[in-house]
């Protein structure tokens, strides 16, 4: 994490970067959700519950976040809710029970 605030070289006094990232209102309320979510997964969900339901809840969550209200303003093409939340879904089972399957068969690794 030091790496990433600590100036480098002859561009110390620049960090125009980081001002364009997070200098952003909008893209300050993706991060801050990002980190939540991830946060909410790793000291709520994942220890506490089966991993497959924890998995499926973090990742729908995630996306309908993403995809409904911190969407992009400058997004075209608007989709309906209940299409979002069908794909979460889909995503969520999909990975949740992909993930699990490939970690106990392929690297013999037990989940919660």
């Given at each position: ?11 110390a006094?620049d ?16 991060a ?15 220890g ?7 998995t499926?809840?973090?990742i729908f ?7 409904t ?8 093409k608007k989709?309906p809710?209940w299409r979002v ?19 106990q ?8």
């Amino acid at each position: 994490m030091f790496l990433v605030f600590r100036p480098a070289g002859k561009a110390a006094e620049d960090f125009g970067f980081w001002s364009d990232v997070f200098g952003n209102s909008a893209n300050r309320k993706r991060a801050l959700a990002a980190f939540v979510l991830t946060l909410g997964y790793g000291a709520v969900l994942f220890g506490n519950m089966p991993y497959v339901p924890a998995t499926f809840l973090f990742i729908f969550a995630f996306v309908a976040v993403f995809e409904t209200w911190l969407k992009p303003e400058d997004a075209t093409k608007k989709t309906p809710i209940w299409r979002v939340l069908t794909i979460a879904a889909v995503l969520g089972l999909i990975v949740s029970f992909g993930t699990h399957i490939i970690f106990q068969k392929l690297f013999l690794v037990q989940l919660p």
